[in-house]
Structures are given as structure tokens and as C-alpha cells.
């Protein structure tokens, strides 16, 4: 029986309940986005900046060694990240202005395919052929979606490609990241990655004469929710899991994330989904469902037939 390797002493935190803080934390993202008064420009940059000043003290009290032990490269391929980081929250938020939220978080939970995609493209990685049948459905539940929102109104449609622009924008984020995680320590990395997201966003808002200031005191506080609740407790917190549980645990509970951000959006806005939206929904969640347990079964297998070869040799 598989098991994942853990460490020596134990966390003081059931990280199964850690990984549902973190999918509950996340879900807020969609919500907060949509009451900001800023535009997408503006709330992408102070969602990176809040965070990076967050971060910054325990960069600080480690003396930033996480960030002097990188080389060149590392360091590089990190500030890389942020910028594909910068891309997605930029379209992400965008298409939140002109499509609904189910229609935007289904669409951006995608991800996982076009990350499975570029690690076939960019590092020669084998997909199983299930794998590849579970991607395919779960991008015709794009399709459903995409095709209700384009009767709807070109800006409706607008919005679903930008909710595809930025899926494919994170998973540049992650193909990256996932490189790199495994040679270079995680504070490093996140001081490096969100510092160089923040200067992206601040000099294209600048560029674009969009003004940091002034907004509503409401505004400042969703900044604060977008950096502290929802990337620091949410994705920081799925960082420290994966410690702990397997990745494919991980991978699917972060499928819960658009259920929460419909929920809220159903409370808190009267933005109810559609028919179409619910079917498209849920063609997603069985694809990406599929699509997940079989790409985490399949690297599970080629784990142990290396390790059974290196055994062997």
C-alpha cells in the first residue's frame, strides 16, 4: 500500500482539515474581486503587493537565505513565475467584470489540463490515455459554458476566454514552480515569485495610467481579504499539505473552490447559475475528476517502477 512519506514529527494540524481551510479560504477569491470597486489592474496589483509585505518579515528573519541559495537560473525561472502569476490574476479578474462567476471559476479550474499539457510539450512527460479522455471532457464542458455565454452577449463570451487565458496563464505558473520546488527552498521561491508579480502589475498599471489611488476604505479591505485570506491562508496553506498528504488529494479538493465561489456569489450578489452553466459545471468536475485520479494514479505507478529499477541496479 502506498503511503506518503512523512516527516519525523507530527504536524499540529489534521492537514486534511488544513487542506478544506485552505479550499474554503480560496473560494472567497471570485466574491471579493466582484464587490471591489477597482479595476482588475488595480486589485490584481495590491492582491501581490500585500502579499509579498506579508511574506517579507519571515524572508527577513531567515536573512533571505532562501533567495541567496538560488542561482542565476533558479532565481530567473522564479521571477518567470511571478510573471505568469501577474498574466492570470490580470485575466482572471478582467473576465470577473464581464462574465458571471460560475461561468469564470468553472472555466479557470481547467488548469490542471493545460498543465498536464505543457509537461507533455515543454518535459516529454507521458499522459495516460484515460487521462487525456478526462482533459477532453472536461474542456467540452468549457464549450457548453462558452456557448450559453455567447448568446448571451459578447461580453459574456469575452470573459469566458479570459477565464480560459488565465487558466492556461496559472499553469505556466505551475509548470514552472513544480520544476523548481524540488531545488529551491519555498520562501525563496514565494518572496521571488510574488515580489516580481507585484513590480509587473505596478509598472503595468502605471503604464496604463491606471490610479492606485483613491478607493473606498471597503476596497483597501477586500486588497487585504484577496492577499491574506485567500492567497496567504488559502494557497500557502495547500503549500504546507502537500507535506503531509498526497498531491492528488491536493489536486482534487482544490475542485471545491468554484462550488464555494458559487455559493457565495448565490448569498451574497443573487447571482444564481444558469441550467447551462450547472451542465457545463458538472462535465467539468467529472472530467477533471477522471483527469486528476488517473494522472496521480499513473505517476504513483512510474514512481515505484523506478524505484524497483533503481533498487534493481
Known amino acids: 500500500m502506498n503511503r506518503v512519506p512523512r516527516p519525523a514529527h507530527q504536524p499540529l494540524v489534521n492537514p486534511y482539515l488544513a487542506v478544506l481551510v485552505g479550499v474554503f479560504a480560496v473560494s472567497f477569491s471570485a466574491l471579493f474581486v466582484r464587490l471591489c470597486s477597482a479595476p482588475p489592474l488595480v486589485i490584481a496589483s495590491y492582491r501581490l503587493i500585500f502579499t509579498f509585505l506579508l511574506l517579507l518579515p519571515a524572508g527577513l528573519a531567515s536573512r533571505f537565505s532562501g533567495i541567496r541559495e538560488m542561482n542565476r537560473r533558479q532565481f530567473l525561472l522564479s521571477a518567470g513565475s511571478g510573471v505568469f502569476l501577474a498574466l492570470h490574476f490580470v485575466t482572471w479578474f478582467t473576465s470577473l467584470k464581464y462574465t458571471s462567476i460560475a461561468s469564470s471559476v468553472v472555466i479557470v479550474t481547467t488548469q490542471p489540463v493545460f498543465v498536464v499539457l505543457g509537461s507533455w ?30 448568446r448571451m452577449g459578447m461580453e459574456a463570451f469575452l470573459g469566458d476566454l479570459l477565464a480560459l487565458a488565465a487558466a492556461i496563464f496559472i499553469s505556466g505558473y505551475i509548470l514552472i514552480g513544480r520544476r523548481l520546488r524540488g531545488s529551491v527552498e519555498l520562501s525563496g ?11 509587473v502589475l505596478a509598472v503595468g498599471t502605471l503604464a496604463a495610467r491606471v490610479p492606485f489611488y483613491p478607493y473606498p476604505a471597503t476596497d483597501w479591505a477586500l486588497f487585504f481579504g484577496l492577499a491574506a485570506i485567500c492567497t496567504v491562508l488559502g494557497h500557502t496553506t495547500f503549500n ?45 468536475f467529472t472530467g477533471l475528476f477522471i483527469f486528476t485520479r488517473v494522472s496521480a494514479r499513473f505517476t504513483k505507478n512510474q514512481g515505484a517502477l523506478t524505484a524497483s529499477a533503481t533498487e534493481a541496479s
Open 121 to 150: 510539450l515543454f518535459y516529454k512527460e507521458k499522459v495516460p490515455r484515460k487521462a487525456v479522455y478526462g482533459g477532453l471532457l472536461a474542456i467540452s464542458g468549457s464549450l457548453v459554458i462558452g456557448a450559453g455565454d455567447f
Open 189 to 199: 521561491y514565494t518572496l521571488v515569485t510574488y515580489g516580481a508579480s507585484s513590480l
Open 240 to 284: 504546507w499539505a502537500l507535506r503531509y498528504v498526497q498531491a492528488s488529494v491536493v489536486s482534487v479538493s482544490i475542485l471545491g473552490e468554484p462550488l464555494g465561489a458559487i455559493v457565495w456569489a448565490s448569498i451574497f450578489l443573487k447571482e444564481y447559475p444558469t441550467t447551462r452553466q450547472l451542465l457545463g459545471g458538472s462535465i467539468i
